[in-house]
């Protein structure tokens, strides 16, 4: 299972906005990440920001004056409009 195939698993079940570290922390836990990195975390950040636009994850944030503020990025599930 790829990282973003994972967030999305956990995201689904989660029905709640999670950061990408919550993230790789429960998938890691639930048995559908198996890594040797040592920053999974990071992978699973970079993965979810490689997300396409159009997919399912929606990144929430508060923003800042150039960016969003830190530690405000939160990543949720949302049903694809048929």
Do not use: C, H
């Not at 299972?1 to 429960?26: G, H, N, S, W, Y």
């Amino acid at each position: 299972m790829t990282f973003l195939q994972a967030a999305e698993e956990v995201l689904r079940k989660a029905q709640t906005p999670l950061t990408a570290r919550e993230i790789t922390d429960l998938a890691l836990r639930q048995g559908l990440l198996r890594t040797n990195g040592s920053t999974p975390a990071a992978t699973m950040s970079a993965a979810l920001y490689g997300a396409p636009e159009d997919g399912p994850i929606r990144r929430t944030y508060r923003p800042g004056r150039n960016r969003a503020m830190r530690d405000s990025v939160r990543w949720a599930y949302t049903q694809k409009a048929r």
